[in-house]
């Protein structure tokens, strides 16, 4: 059982080392896209309910402008979900290997 457990740990070695640099890639294209998502989306919102206000006419494509909008806002947050969940997981292997 012990010379299982010292194989495994040898085999998640690399394992570890990928998972760490995907979470650290990760967290550059999320802090550097965040700002430009932000941006995005803030725009997307403001003509959205500009042409809600002034183009009674047109408002379902208002209310569609403004799921894109969310849509475009919740990516980033999306993102930085999955960073923590291979960050804890990464902590978690982490773990074993000391165990």
């Given at each position: 059982?012990k010379?299982f457990?010292?194989?495994?740990k040898?085999v998640?070695?690399p394992?570890?080392l990928?998972?760490?640099?995907?979470?650290?890639i990760?967290?550059?294209?999320?802090?550097?896209?965040?700002m430009?998502?932000?941006?995005?989306?803030g725009?997307l919102?403001t003509?959205?309910?500009?042409?809600?206000?002034?183009?009674?006419?047109?408002?379902?494509?208002?209310?569609n402008?403004m799921?894109?909008a969310?849509a475009?806002?919740?990516?980033?947050?999306?993102?930085?979900?999955?960073?923590?969940r291979i960050?804890?997981?990464?902590?978690?292997?982490?773990?074993f290997?000391?165990s």
């Open positions: 059982m010379l457990k010292v194989g495994v040898i998640l070695l394992v570890i990928a998972m760490t640099l995907l979470q650290w990760g967290i550059i294209v999320t802090s550097c896209s965040r430009f998502m932000n941006l995005i989306s725009l919102f003509v959205a309910v500009i042409g809600y206000l002034f183009n009674p006419g047109i408002r379902w494509h208002a209310v402008i799921v894109l969310f475009v806002f919740i990516l980033p947050h999306l993102a930085k979900w999955m960073i923590y960050t804890d997981l990464n902590l978690s292997m982490r773990k290997i000391r």
